[in-house]
């Protein structure tokens, strides 16, 4: 049975609510928008007004229709005025209490048959619901930040909730040309709980000073490409809303990842709420306002730098891989000479012809002049004989990623290279020190963790030990901008930046769905179009490799020991049974090829 829902009243208009107001609007629908008092109904009037009024700057919007929208909302602070309401969505601040009062108001005012919706992140519905004398007209309708913009709605259902009332709210968030999954009432939801605690493993790095907010940002939009980095992204939600959602969170489950890093409240005491009060991991022209100004936290200008750099024009390249075979490309065409070393004249060989099929493509793509191209084949030549490595300023090792095979090559490298030269790990799972340590001189060796293809990823981290020399960290900076790329600096480190942030949450997806709380479908449409990410977790796994997933999952857990990185058994017994992802033509999902 459906019911006619044209009349909604929104309750609370602030960052959600104004923005749940506007879709609404803009879908035809008959709004009343209520608040605490007047200078509140003035905040929310006037967000509906800038963001639409954005739209119309952009060419999205026109000045009628604008003005259309606008006139579909009435503005009010009198709860009477949602006497006729069909549906009425609570967006007010995420507290349990102010939550069951409002619902015990509405209540009483709106019609006996209408349905009443909470915007709640984490709080549950049910305990909401049951502040009413109709909780099975009582569902969860979980917009994401920002409303208008994206198209991810959790439907909650509660154990009490209709199915048709579940049914109407859903095919409501349908007409609003919006993606709406049914779920259960489990604190997080789908997005949020594989979200928060990625962005609040975020907040302790930059807590514990492990990587800067910019740094830390970068590493994840430019490695990730996520269309924010997690410190921005807080910033947005809000760190006081941040802050409940997880304690919401970390006390129903008592899952430590989720115990908010106490950074978090010190803000929240300090009023640095985030954008809305402009200033939060970053400091705000005003609040409100999305751009960024510099504060004693922003880094000196790139120039600044008064480190002596050491010189570095020829450059070695180890290995014959496709890592390697990208690098080689990347220093060829940035001007650097560069000498690879394969173990036979046949990997030479398929090394050579690899880095001329990516260049004519490049070419044949109008990203690069033929003459370029000559040139930077020119620059590039290959050996079988490691020895062949003596004159170079920086070597690049890019072989197997194993320990004994990286430290034997660590071993006959610093015999053979010239005193002041740097050597480079491209290792993303072991530990630089270790390899360090295999030669006489580790104040010369660095991470350099190029991200895969080399020649199109612009990130790079920079990672240093507890023996890198301060120069050699800064001139692998400067090779690294002078080859186009963004270099992040972190220490050593399991998983670096990026990949102690993505694997964890790449697990807990796996784990999500062993608890059958939601299909892989559902969790992948959730991180896609409730967080902008541009795969979900699932095909990410598919594409990266199970057992690649497995082994750096296991790298984090050994290293921090931190329960919650134990490897999901669902992601060991896949790869027990060669369900590794695409390469093997199955992984979560099944695969042609
Ligand atoms: P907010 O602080 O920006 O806005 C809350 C609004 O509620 C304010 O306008 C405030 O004046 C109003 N309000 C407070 N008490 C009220 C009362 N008694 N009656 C009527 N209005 C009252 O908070 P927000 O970020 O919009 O969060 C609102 C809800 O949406 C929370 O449950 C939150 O968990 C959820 N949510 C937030 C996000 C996000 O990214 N911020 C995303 C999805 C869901």
Redesign the pocket.
């Known amino acids: 049975m459906s019911r006619e829902i044209t009349r909604v009243g929104i309750?609370?208009?602030?960052?959600?609510?104004?923005g749940i107001a506007e879709v609404f609007a803009r879908s035809g629908y008959d709004v009343v928008g209520?608040?605490?008092?007047e200078a509140?109904l003035d905040?929310?009037r006037g967000h509906v007004e800038g963001s639409t009024g954005r739209a119309v700057t952009r060419g999205k919007l026109t000045e009628d229709e604008r003005a259309e929208i606008m006139g579909r909302i009435r503005f009010t602070t009198d709860y009477a005025d949602l006497a006729d309401r069909d549906l009425v969505v609570e967006?007010?601040?995420?507290s349990l209490e102010?939550?069951r009062?409002?619902f015990e108001q509405l209540d009483k005012v709106v019609r006996p048959d209408a349905i009443l919706a909470?915007?709640?992140?984490?709080?549950s519905v049910t305990e909401i619901a049951v502040a009413t004398a109709r909780p099975a007209q009582v569902v969860g309708m979980?917009?994401?930040?920002p409303a208008p913009v994206l198209k991810f709605v959790e439907i909650v259902r509660t154990v009490v909730s209709s199915p048709e009332v579940v049914e109407n709210v859903q095919a409501v968030a349908e007409r609003l040309g919006k993606m709406p999954v049914v779920v259960g009432d489990k604190a997080g939801f789908i997005a949020n709980a594989l979200l928060f605690g990625y962005l609040n493993h975020a907040a302790s790095m930059f807590e514990t000073k492990y990587a800067t907010r910019e740094d830390i940002d970068a590493a994840m939009k430019l490695g990730c490409g996520l269309p924010m980095g997690p410190l921005a992204l807080l910033d947005?939600?809000?760190l006081?809303?941040a802050y409940?959602?997880l304690d919401t969170m970390y006390k129903q489950g008592r899952d430590r990842l989720h115990a908010p890093a106490p950074v978090l409240k010190q803000m929240v005491t300090a009023g640095m709420r985030g954008r809305?009060s402009g200033r939060g991991f970053y400091t705000y022209e005003a609040p409100n306002s999305p751009v960024v100004v510099d504060d004693a936290l922003t880094p000196p200008p790139v120039d600044g730098a008064d480190v002596h750099l050491r010189p570095v024009s020829l450059v070695g390249v180890v290995g014959s891989g496709t890592m390697a075979t990208g690098i080689v490309e990347v220093f060829a065409k940035a001007g650097f000479d560069v000498r690879y070393v394969a173990r036979s004249e046949d990997k030479v060989t398929r090394v050579r012809n690899a880095l001329e099929r990516s260049l004519d493509k490049a070419v044949a793509r109008g990203k690069l002049d033929a003459a370029d191209r000559d040139a930077a084949l020119a620059r590039v030549s290959g050996t079988t004989h490691l020895d062949d490595m003596a004159d170079r300023d920086l070597v690049v090792e890019a072989v197997v990623e194993d320990l004994a095979v990286k430290t034997v090559l660590f071993e006959a490298l610093d015999e053979i290279c010239k005193t002041g030269a740097i050597i480079a790990t491209t290792t993303s799972s072991l530990a630089v020190v270790d390899l360090a340590a295999a030669t006489k001189y580790p104040a010369d060796v660095v991470g350099l963790h190029f991200f895969n293809p080399a020649p199109v990823m612009r990130l790079v981290e920079v990672v240093s030990t507890v023996a890198t020399a301060d120069d050699v960290i800064a001139t692998a900076v400067d090779v690294c901008r002078r080859l186009g790329k963004h270099p992040v600096t972190c220490s050593d480190r399991a998983g670096f930046i990026v990949n102690a942030l993505l694997f964890p949450y790449l697990n807990d997806a796996v784990k999500m769905l062993e608890a059958n709380y939601a299909s892989a479908d559902d969790i992948d449409t959730a991180m896609k179009t409730g967080c902008g990410y541009p795969m979900g977790p699932f095909e990410l796994l598919d594409v990266v490799g199970l057992d690649v997933s497995l082994a750096i999952q296991r790298t984090l857990y050994l290293e921090f020991r931190e329960p919650g990185f134990a490897p999901a058994p669902r992601l060991e017994h896949l790869v027990t049974a060669g369900y590794v992802g695409r390469k093997a033509g199955r992984g979560f999902r099944g695969h042609d090829s």
């Open positions: 309750v609370g208009l602030g960052t959600m609510g104004a209520l608040d605490a008092n509140a905040r929310g967006a007010v601040p995420e102010l939550k009062e409002i909470s915007n709640t992140s984490s709080l979980h917009f994401f930040n947005l939600i809000g006081d809303t409940e959602i809305k």
